[in-house]
C-alpha cells in the first residue's frame, strides 16, 4: 500500500479495513480456503447424489426443481453439519421459548471441544516435530502408549482424585515420550529415518495393544472381547459444565498446553535450540547445539504431546480401550499441524475447526445419510488451499504480494 | 525455510561417511549372528526331542514334483546354528565391507531356516506357497517403491503413494466391474495414479509448495474421497460397481514347469510379470540411458543440469505423472489383482512401507526389490507361523513385519543418502 509520503491519493479512511481484508493475510488465505473447500464438498454431493443428477439433467425443462433439489440436497448436508457442531437451530428456539433445553443446546459444542482436545495436543507435538524438521508420522502409536501408560496407573494405583488425575495424565506423557524416545534415539545413534521408524512403530503398537487387551492385567476380567479395564472414577477427568456436557478438563490441559507451547518455542532456550536447528542445522552445529540431542528430545516431547492426547480422551470421554484406539488421531494430527503454520495458537484453532468438521460429519451423516468421509474429504481440501496461497489469491484475485510468503514448510527428508 | 542451501552439504557429508567403511557395523552384524545362533541353539536344538521331524513341502502343479523334504528338527537346526556362527565369527575376524552385507544376508537366512524348521515340527510346511504368498505381497510394495524411485531420482518426493494406491485400487474396481473389462480397470488405476502424481507436480512445481506436505494432503484427500464414495456410490450398488473379476494367472509354457521356482514365478497374475519387467526398465532407463542421466542430474543438482540446457520442470512433471501411474497400477493389483473387489483403506499403509522400502534400498530400484521382498517375506512368514500355531501370541507374529524394518533400517541401513535436491523447490532465477 502507499505509505505516508507517497504522493498516491490517500485511500478513504473508512475503505481501510477492506483493503486490509482484500490483501492476502492468513486470516483471508484461511477463510477462503475453507470456503474453497466447502464449495468443492458440495459439488462432490451433488454428482453422487443420484436424484439430484437426474434432476440436473432435466434442468432445461424443469430449472427450477434442478435448483431447488440441489439447493436442499447441499443446504440440508452442511445446515445437519453446521449444528451438530456449532448450535442446532431448533435447539436455540426451544431454549428462546421456553427457557429450558440449555443442556442440548450445548451439547454440539461441547462434543466439538471434546473432540478438538486431543486434535490440538497431538498436533502440538507434531508441530514442535515440523518446526525443528523431525517429521512425526508416529502420533498414533506415541498416543496408543500414552494412553496405556495411563490406563496401567489408572487402575493399578489407588489414590484420591486431586493427585489421581495428575498422576495419570503424567503417565500418559511419559508412555508417549517414551514411545517417541525409540525412534528418537534410532535416528541419533544411527541415522535411521524418523519417518520409517515412526511409520512402522504405528504398526507396532497397533499390534501390541491388541495383545495387551486380550491378556492380564489390561483386559476386561471376565470379558473374552478385545476390551480393556475402565478407569476408575478417581482418574477421569472432570466435567467442566455438569455431568450432561461431556466436556472435561482435558480440554484445560490442551489450553495450558497451547500457551505453554508458546512460551516455549518463543521464550526458552532449549525452543530457541529447537528453532535454530529447524531452520538451519548446519549453523545450530556451528552454535554448539547438539543436533542429535535435539532430535531425541523433539521426538520424546513429541510423543508425549500425543500420549497426552490419549490420555485426555481416554480420562475424559472414552474410559477404556479398544482395537485400533484413537482412530485417524494421529494422522489428522499431521493436518490440523500443518493448517496451524506449526504455531501453537493456530493449532490451537486448527483442531477446533477440524474437530468441528468432524463432530458435524457424524451429525449430517446421521441426518442426511451422505457419508461423514465428507468431512475428511473436506479438511484435506482446506489444507491443500491453505499449503497454496498463491493458488487462492488468482482464483479470488486477491491483492498484495504477501501470498508466496504464507508457503508452509517441513524441511525434505534432510539427513 | 528452503532446504537448496541445507540439502546438498549434509548429502555431501552422509555420502563421506558412507564412503569410509564403517567396520564397527560389520563387526556388529558379525556378533549380531553369533547371537542368533545361540538363540537357534538354546531355542531350536536343545528344546527339541531328538525325535521330532520337520517336513517342507516343495511341490505344487504344474511344476516336476519334488518329494516333500522331511529333516530332524535337531539336527538340521544344530547344522544351521553352527553355519550362522560361523559366518558371524567370519564377519567379526573380516571386518571388511565388501561383500559383509551378502554374508549376512546369508547368515540369517540359515536362522530364518532353522526357525522355520522348528516351527514346523511335528508338522508339514508348503515352502512352494510360502514363496508365493511372498511374491503376492511383494508386488504392490515394487509399483510403490519404484514410484518413489521415479519421482525422487528427479528430485520430487512422493509420499503420496498411499493415496495413488487407493485412488488406482478403487477406480481400477470400479471401472473393472462396470466394463467387465479387467485390461480396461488398469489402464483407469493407472490413470487414477497419474492424477494424482499431477496434482503433487502442479502443486510442488509450479507453486513450489512444500512436497512432503502436498504429499500428507494428498493421502488425506484420497483416503476421505475413496472412503466417501465407497460409502455413497459402490455401495449401494455393489454387483454393478464393485465386483470386478481378477487377473487369472497366467503360466509361462516350460518355465513353470520348474522346480519349486516354476509355480513361484511363473505362474502369476500379470500384475506380477509387469512389476518384474517395470523393475528392469526403470533400473535400466535410469542407469544406463540418457533419459534416466538427466533425470538423475536434475535430482541431484538442478542448476548445472539447466545450464546444459535439461529443462528441470518438464523432467520433474513428466517423472512425478510416470510415478503417479505406477503406483495407480500397484494399486489396482490390489483390487483386479488379489481381492476382486474394493474396500475402505484397504491398502493399509502399504503405500507408506513402499515408501520405506524405496529409502531402505536407497533409491535404487533393485535395493527398493530386495527391500520389499524382505517385508513381504515377513508378511508371509507371519501368516504361515498363524497356521502352524507356533505358541506366539498373533499379535506379535503381525507386528514382525515392521519390526524388522525397524530393526534392519537401524541396524544395516543406517544413514542414508537421498538425491541431493530432493525435495527443494527449483525456480530458474
Not at chain 1, 486490509?20 to 454428482?47: D, K, Y
Not at chain 1, 471441544?113 to 495436543?121: D, F, R
Not at chain 1, 516455549?264 to 548446519?282: K, Q
Not at chain 1, 473436506?378 to 498463491?390: G, Y
Request: charged fraction near 10%.
Amino acid at each position: 500500500m502507499s505509505g505516508p509520503g507517497s504522493p498516491r491519493r490517500q485511500p478513504r479512511p473508512w475503505t481501510v479495513p477492506f483493503r486490509r481484508l482484500a490483501q492476502a493475510n492468513v486470516a483471508v488465505v484461511t477463510g477462503l480456503s475453507v470456503v474453497s473447500a466447502l464449495v468443492l464438498g458440495a459439488v462432490l454431493i451433488v454428482v453422487t447424489t443420484p436424484s439430484v443428477l437426474h434432476a440436473l439433467g432435466r434442468i432445461g425443462t424443469h430449472p427450477g426443481r434442478a435448483l431447488g433439489l440441489t439447493g436442499a440436497s447441499v443446504g440440508d448436508a452442511y445446515l445437519a453439519m453446521f449444528s451438530g457442531a456449532i448450535v442446532s437451530p431448533s435447539a436455540l428456539g426451544h431454549v428462546l421459548s421456553s427457557g429450558h433445553g440449555w443442556v442440548t443446546l450445548f451439547t454440539p459444542l461441547s462434543e466439538t471441544l471434546v473432540a478438538a482436545t486431543p486434535l490440538v495436543l497431538a498436533g502440538l507435538g507434531v508441530a514442535i516435530g515440523f518446526s525443528t524438521g523431525v517429521f512425526n508420522i508416529g502420533a498414533q502409536g506415541q498416543l496408543i502408549a500414552g494412553a496405556l501408560a495411563a490406563l496401567y496407573v489408572g487402575f493399578e494405583v489407588k489414590l484420591p482424585i486431586g493427585i489421581h488425575v495428575p498422576l495419570v495424565l503424567l503417565a500418559g506423557a511419559a508412555g508417549g515420550a517414551a514411545a517417541g524416545f525409540v525412534p528418537g534415539i534410532l535416528k541419533a545413534r544411527t541415522g535411521a529415518h524418523e519417518v520409517i521408524t515412526t511409520i512402522m512403530f504405528n504398526y507396532v503398537m497397533l499390534n501390541l495393544l491388541d495383545y495387551l487387551l486380550s491378556v492380564s492385567p489390561f483386559q476386561q476380567p471376565g470379558q473374552s472381547n478385545a476390551i480393556s479395564r475402565t478407569m476408575p472414577a478417581t482418574a477421569r477427568l472432570p466435567h467442566l459444565f455438569g455431568s450432561g456436557l461431556r466436556v472435561n478438563a482435558g480440554l484445560l490441559v490442551a489450553l495450558a498446553f497451547v500457551a505453554g507451547a508458546t512460551w516455549f518455542t518463543r521464550r526458552s532456550t532449549l525452543g530457541f535450540s529447537f528453532r535454530v536447528i529447524g531452520l538451519n542445522p548446519n549453523a545450530g552445529k556451528t552454535a554448539g547445539i547438539d543436533a542429535r540431542r535435539v532430535t531425541v528430545l523433539v521426538l520424546m516431547l513429541s510423543g508425549a504431546l500425543a500420549g497426552l492426547a490419549g490420555t485426555a480422551s481416554l480420562a475424559g470421554t472414552d474410559f477404556f480401550l479398544s482395537s485400533g484406539y484413537g482412530g485417524n488421531i494421529g494422522f489428522d494430527a499431521i493436518t490440523v499441524a500443518l493448517l496451524g503454520r506449526n504455531r501453537p495458537v493456530g493449532v490451537l484453532f486448527a483442531g477446533l475447526l477440524f474437530a468441528a468438521l468432524d463432530v458435524g460429519g457424524r451429525n449430517m451423516q446421521a441426518v442426511t445419510g451422505i457419508p461423514l468421509d465428507l468431512a475428511s474429504v473436506i479438511q484435506a481440501l482446506i489444507v491443500m488451499f491453505v499449503a497454496t496461497p498463491v493458488l487462492v489469491r488468482e482464483i479470488f484475485r486477491l491483492r498484495g504480494s504477501a501470498a508466496a510468503s504464507l508457503q508452509l514448510s517441513t524441511g525434505g527428508w534432510g539427513g | 525455510m528452503s532446504m537448496t542451501g541445507v540439502v546438498a552439504p549434509d548429502g555431501l557429508v552422509a555420502a563421506a561417511a558412507e564412503r569410509v567403511a564403517p567396520s564397527g557395523r560389520v563387526r556388529g552384524m558379525g556378533v549380531f549372528l553369533v547371537l542368533l545362533a545361540f538363540v537357534a541353539v538354546l531355542g531350536f536344538v536343545s528344546s527339541v526331542s531328538s525325535r521330532a521331524h520337520a517336513t517342507f513341502l516343495l511341490s505344487a502343479p504344474p511344476a516336476v514334483g519334488v518329494s516333500p523334504l522331511t529333516m530332524s528338527v535337531r539336527w538340521t537346526a544344530g547344522a544351521l546354528a553352527v553355519l550362522c556362527a560361523a559366518l558371524g565369527v567370519l564377519l567379526v575376524l573380516r571386518r571388511e565391507q565388501r561383500g559383509a552385507y551378502l554374508i549376512f544376508g546369508v547368515g540369517f537366512a540359515t536362522f530364518l531356516w532353522a526357525f522355520l524348521v522348528w516351527a514346523a515340527r511335528g508338522a508339514q510346511l508348503n515352502f512352494v506357497q510360502m514363496l508365493v504368498t511372498t511374491l503376492i505381497s511383494t508386488t504392490p510394495l515394487v509399483f510403490g517403491s519404484l514410484s518413489g524411485v521415479m519421482c525422487e531420482r528427479s528430485g520430487v518426493i512422493n509420499i503420496a503413494i498411499e493415496g495413488q494406491f487407493l485412488a488406482g485400487a478403487f477406480l481400477g474396481a470400479m471401472v473393472g466391474s462396470v466394463t467387465g473389462d479387467l485390461w480396461l480397470g488398469m489402464l483407469a488405476g493407472a490413470v487414477a495414479g497419474g492424477l494424482f502424481g499431477w496434482l503433487l507436480a502442479f502443486l510442488a512445481l509450479r507453486y513450489a509448495v512444500d512436497q512432503i506436505i502436498v504429499g500428507v494432503v494428498i493421502v488425506a484427500f484420497c483416503t476421505g474421497l475413496t472412503n466417501f464414495l465407497t460409502e455413497q456410490v459402490l455401495t449401494p450398488d455393489q454387483t454393478t460397481l464393485n465386483s470386478p473379476q481378477t487377473f487369472a494367472p497366467i503360466a509361462i509354457p516350460l518355465l513353470d514347469k520348474i522346480p519349486i521356482l516354476g509355480p513361484v514365478l511363473f505362474d502369476e497374475n500379470v500384475f506380477v510379470y509387469l512389476a518384474a519387467i517395470l523393475l528392469v526398465v526403470v533400473n535400466f532407463g535410469l542407469f544406463r540411458t540418457r533419459w534416466g542421466l538427466r533425470v538423475r542430474a536434475v535430482g541431484e543438482h538442478p542448476r548445472a543440469a539447466e545450464t546444459v540446457g535439461i529443462h528441470v520442470l518438464s523432467v520433474r512433471y513428466r517423472n512425478v505423472v510416470l510415478g503417479g501411474v505406477i503406483a495407480g497400477i500397484g494399486g489396482a493389483s490390489f483390487t483386479i489383482g488379489s481381492v476382486g473387489e474394493f474396500s475402505s483403506e484397504m491398502t493399509a499403509g502399504l503405500g507408506y512401507v513402499a515408501l520405506a522400502a524405496m529409502i531402505f534400498g536407497r533409491w535404487k530400484p533393485f535395493g527398493a526389490l530386495g527391500a520389499s521382498l524382505l517385508f513381504g517375506f515377513s508378511v508371509s512368514l507371519q501368516s504361515f507361523l498363524a497356521v502352524l500355531n507356533v505358541g506366539i501370541p498373533s499379535p506379535f507374529l503381525a507386528m514382525a513385519p515392521y519390526v524388522i524394518t525397524i530393526a534392519v533400517v537401524s541396524g544395516l541401513v543406517g544413514r542414508v543418502r537421498p538425491p541431493a535436491a530432493d525435495g527443494a523447490p527449483y525456480s530458474r532465477e
